[in-house]
């Protein structure tokens, strides 16, 4: 299913957010003004009542949307040092396999982890880019598979080249791991029904100024300029390779710098 709001930047989302709930506050407060002339006690007693109970419910979906994208952030991260842990193994183990195969397979590796490397950078929303190099990872892997079958068959040795064959194995696995992190995103219902239910407490905010005979409070701002500001890291940490919180491939860059350092000839 394709996400309405991926494709768009995360300040104008919240910027737009921001701009409907100040609205939402004024019409509720004007819709108060008129409806607070003739209520009485009871009635107040009733909408801050309500009011409080919204106020809890939206703490409420604040704390699980906020805590399902750190989650899928996490598990982003977490993929992007295993994928590096089980590329540095293979390579290690590489040096088990024939010479006749091992210069390929580690050339193979390097291209292998540039190309990841550059797939990590792209963002989600360049589709045709993300394809291409999806595409040149795939090649890769075939090329070092097929690397494989030929060490197998000139030195079928379990502890030399299948201690690589699994490395190899674990390297593939790894890839599937990350793309899938990659494609875990926060539900747009559950964002959907966030922004919805922010608007109808934006708006009974107002209200029940507009029945008390006066305009929200400074302090009221305040909280819905926190509450948007929390909405944007929300928004910001489902997005991995978007806005200010990115998920960081220290782990992959340093490891290319030391396959780099390894293949430089001795002097």
């Known amino acids: 299913m394709k996400e309405i709001m991926y494709n768009h930047h995360s300040f104008l989302i919240v910027g737009v957010l921001c701009i409907v709930l100040l609205v939402s506050i004024e019409v509720g407060f004007r819709l108060g003004m008129r409806h607070g002339r003739d209520a009485n006690d009871a009635a107040r007693s009733q909408v801050n009542t309500i009011q409080a109970s919204l106020l809890g419910v939206l703490a409420l979906l604040l704390g699980f949307t906020f805590s399902l994208s750190l989650q899928r952030f996490d598990s982003r991260s ?4 295993g994928e590096a842990n089980a590329i540095g193994t293979a390579w ?3 040096e088990l396999l024939p010479a006749s195969v091992r210069d390929d397979v580690r050339a193979a590796m390097q291209e292998y982890i540039a190309v990841r490397i550059a797939a990590g950078e792209e963002s989600l929303d360049h589709v045709d880019r993300r394809a291409e190099l999806l595409a040149q990872t795939s090649a890769i892997q075939e090329d070092l598979w097929a690397n494989v079958v030929r060490a197998a068959a000139e030195a079928p040795n379990p502890v030399t080249t299948g201690l690589y064959t699994q490395a190899l194995n674990e390297m ?6 990350r793309q899938a992190a990659l494609d875990r995103h926060v539900p747009e219902v559950v964002l ?12 009974l905010v107002g209200y029940a100024s507009g029945m008390a005979g006066q305009r929200a409070s400074f302090a009221t701002h305040v909280l819905v300029l926190l509450i948007v500001l929390l909405v944007f ?8 390779r978007r806005g200010l919180i990115e998920v960081r491939q220290d782990s992959m860059v340093a490891l290319r710098d030391a396959m780099i350092v390894a293949q430089r000839p001795e002097r």
């Open 192 to 203: 959907f029904l966030l922004f919805g239910t922010l608007i109808l407490t934006a708006s």
């Open 233 to 240: 890291i929300i928004i910001d940490l489902d997005r991995p």
């Open 172 to 177: 593939i696995d790894s890839f599937g791991v």
């Open 78 to 81: 977490a993929a992007v040092v």
């Open 92 to 94: 290690l183990r590489s």
